[in-house]
């Protein structure tokens, strides 16, 4: 009798290791999502603060872009508002200031004296690291919602996922509807 | 990533054992040898590998960077460097951004270093910075990053620390069963049948001392070999650009500058061997690094994504028949891993055209040809141009492996 009580017990305290042991996996990866988040969220704050530089020494070369500045201004705005919102919606607009300012550097390569402003170049630096750090930040919290998904939905881990109540991650992806076009130069 | 570097450190630790075996062994033949007490000797050697492991592991970093004559950068010293390594940290998913250094080298060269990642420096040479644009600079940058994120350092810190005392005990050793046996040998004749054992154990010894650190070299050898190979694949994954590292490697290769600080225990640690011959990539199991243009064309045959996975596929495509690098169980990335187009400023034509470079080719061989250059070429189609004095009467060729008759 005394015997089958101990079985019992190892197995159970067998059990509960396991459930620990997967527990602990998937709150670690939940954090590494929550982590690689907030080093996205870095990176877009990062790009508002630049952009009203940017526009600050841009404005005396570029009289003549009224409207490719006034897009990124409230391109800009657009995504600060979204700011607080989830990825997918987020995603959207941050996606159109990156296509924006892509079409403002762009325009900028037709103004020799703006192009040697020292200002300008360092600022231009700065963009184009911005614009990777947030790609790369991207890529690294894509791939771990991935790795904290498959965990959520894959045996045996699925099951602890469902009596802890652990919600799938959400994907963010930059959707760029017009960001192919070529950019619109004007010569008036 | 933590499957990749749990598997990659089982094949790893098994090399590392062997070699802890036999330094041990030498360690008691030395005991055995000077005090007719293994355990001694087992201890001393046990005590001397002890210490160093612990200067390694503690000052091994800062060793090293006051070695290469390393100076540390902030952010507004060098912005596009500084920018790179951050954005490569942000896609390794490193924690702790790595200190930046900068070695006023003309040579082309990059290393990083530190025994943990959250405290961790990646060196770069002036002359490399000057040389790469932005992608082929994030390649070099990812390729040092990932021997962080990897634990490369540290492993190979170890290793080479256990590879130099085997080669000094071997050597203290050999040197003292040589000269030191003919004295005993003439004591211990009156011994007999033991005299006639002894002198078994003692050809063993001397044997053994000889091919160990041989032995020990060459698994050192293979060890940084395989960290290579898997730190240019987490480049490619990181960068999703492997044309970057690539391109980089190329124009690396392409200097015969050598880097006036490095030396041989820290070879491993740079992106290519600072020790390489002019021209010549070097042979396979006596070097630290896989020849350069085989990493180059493993990483332009990456023609449909940027996952370990790939970077077996393109491995095998280069050594057909061989097995992969990387082992299966590591290959698990996110499913399909995307390639990505090359940053604009990459995509300005800076490029020869080919009619210039093949004029260009053309008038430097009618140059060679006045100085009594020989021009062969090899069945793989590519043109070796030899000096006048080489000696050899014919030469490795290191595109297709094979070798060219200069006479």
Redesign the interface.
Same mark, same amino acid.
């Given at each position: 009798m005394d015997y089958w009580v101990w079985i019992i017990i190892g197995i159970v305290v067998i059990l509960l290791i396991i459930i620990v042991g997967l527990y602990n996996g998937l709150v670690g990866l939940r954090n #590494?999502v929550k982590n !690689?988040w907030a #080093?996205i969220d870095v #990176?877009l704050k990062r790009r508002f603060d630049l952009i009203p530089n940017l526009m600050e020494t841009v404005k005396g070369y570029m009289k003549h872009e009224r409207e490719t500045m006034e897009a990124v201004t409230n391109a800009r705005n657009l995504a600060q508002q979204a700011s607080g919102a989830g990825a997918g919606e987020r995603g959207k607009a941050e996606g159109l200031l990156g296509a924006a300012l892509g079409r403002l550097l762009a325009v900028a390569e037709n103004y020799p004296d703006l192009k040697a402003n020292q200002n300008f170049l !360092?600022l231009q *630096? *700065?963009l184009? =690291?911005t614009e990777?750090?947030i790609s790369? =930040?991207r #890529?690294?919290y894509?791939? =771990?919602v991935?790795?904290f998904n498959n965990k959520i939905q894959m045996v045996p881990s699925n099951i602890v996922a469902g009596m802890f109540n652990f919600q799938l991650g959400e994907f963010f992806e930059v959707e760029v509807p017009v960001e192919r076009e070529a950019p619109k130069v004007s010569f008036t | 990533m933590w499957e990749q570097i749990r598997a990659n450190r089982t094949k790893s630790i098994i090399l590392v054992t062997v070699m802890a075996v036999m330094l041990l062994a030498i360690g008691y033949f030395l005991g055995f040898y000077i005090f007719e007490n293994g355990i001694a000797g087992l201890f001393i050697a046990l005590v001397i590998w002890f210490v160093m492991t612990l200067i390694a592991f503690y000052s091994g970093d800062s060793i090293l960077l006051s070695l290469s004559k390393a100076k540390k950068i902030g952010p507004n010293d060098y912005p596009r460097l500084y920018n790179v390594v951050e954005e490569m940290k942000i896609a390794s998913g490193l924690e702790k951004m790595p200190d930046v250094y900068i070695i006023d080298d003309k040579a082309l060269n990059a290393f990083a270093t530190g025994r943990d990642p959250n405290k961790a420096s990646v060196a770069i040479t002036t002359g490399l910075l000057e040389r790469l644009n932005r992608d082929e600079l994030q390649g070099v940058i990812g390729h040092e990053i990932s021997h962080i994120k990897n634990r490369d350092v540290l492993l190979m810190a170890i290793t080479a620390v256990m590879l130099g005392t085997i080669v000094i005990l071997a050597w203290y050793v050999s040197r003292l069963l040589i000269f030191g046996s003919m004295g005993r040998s003439r004591s211990s004749s009156r011994g007999g049948g033991g005299g006639q054992a002894q002198m078994i154990i003692l050809i063993v010894g001397i044997v053994f001392m000889i091919l160990a650190p041989i032995l020990a070299q060459l698994i050192y050898y293979a060890i940084s070999r395989k960290r290579e190979y898997l730190a240019d694949a987490s480049s490619a994954l990181y960068t999703r650009y492997p044309e970057g590292l690539a391109s980089a490697l190329e124009k690396i290769s392409g200097s015969t500058v050598e880097l006036k600080t490095a030396n041989k225990a820290t070879a491993p640690m740079y992106i290519i061997n600072p020790f390489r011959k002019k021209g010549m990539s070097l042979s396979n199991a006596t070097s630290t690094h896989p020849p350069v243009m085989e990493r180059i064309r493993i990483l332009r045959a990456m023609a449909g994504g940027a996952s370990f996975a790939e970077y077996d596929q393109a491995f095998r495509q280069v050594h057909p028949g061989g097995k992969g690098v990387i082992s299966p169980a590591t290959q698990y990335t996110a499913g399909v891993v995307g390639l990505r187009e090359a940053s604009a400023e990459e995509k300005q034509p800076e490029k020869p055209t080919r009619e210039r470079m093949n004029r260009t080719r053309e008038v430097e061989d009618v140059m060679l040809r006045l100085n009594k250059y020989r021009i062969v070429q090899c069945a793989c189609g590519t043109k070796w141009k030899i000096p006048p004095d080489f000696p050899d009467p014919d030469v490795l060729c290191t595109k297709c492996g094979g070798r060219v008759k200069v006479r």
């Open positions: #590494q !690689a #080093q #990176q !360092a *630096e *700065e184009t =690291s990777n750090k790369f =930040s #890529q690294y894509n791939d =771990s991935l790795r | -």
